[in-house]
């Protein structure tokens, strides 16, 4: 490409083409950062609500509240959730001019938390539904809230590495 007639040099081109790499990569890993700590935070209280609130939906019977209200705390927490998703995401790319993207986080530990999460999140319920024992609600809320804080760190963690 020639710029007023003259054309780069070869050490020009690797140059323009190394800061258009690392302009890329930056894009990348501002797109991969982390929430903010408050959405973080929300996050991982829902992860830890929501296998309680659901295990009340799917009881036998009712379990320490009716199941119209365990459904309507269901409703309640995920349009909570739903509408802070949409401002954390609309404040982020406010701030950064940059989008949120999963596609840029690494892929060998999204991919089995999109599927491992919502298996234990729902399959704590069911386990409940069969057996009565609230331990499994207990320990997949547990486990969903450290899950959902480990993710954060890590991602954090990749953020500062990238950056």
């Known amino acids: 490409m020639e710029t007023n007639g ?38 991982t209280l829902y992860a830890a609500a929501l296998p309680i609130a659901y295990g009340g939906v799917m009881a036998d019977t009712d379990w320490l509240l009716p199941r119209p209200a365990w459904m309507g705390v269901m409703l309640a927490i995920t349009v909570v959730y739903t509408a802070l998703f949409a401002v954390a995401g609309r404040a982020w790319c406010d701030k950064t001019g940059v989008a949120l993207r999963f596609d840029v986080l690494p892929k060998r530990a999204t991919v089995p938390l999109a599927i491992g999460l919502p298996a234990l999140l729902v399959g704590a319920a069911f386990a409940f539904r069969v057996t009565g024992w ?3 609600l207990i320990a997949a809320s547990l486990i969903g809230a450290a899950t959902s804080a480990g993710f954060h760190l890590a991602f954090v963690r990749l953020h500062r590495k990238l950056a």
């Open 134 to 136: 609230p331990v499994w």
């Open 6 to 43: 003259v054309r780069p040099t070869p050490e020009q081109a690797r140059s323009a083409l190394a800061d258009t790499e690392h302009i890329r990569a930056s894009a990348a890993a501002l797109s991969a950062t982390p929430w903010p700590n408050w959405f973080a935070v929300t996050v």
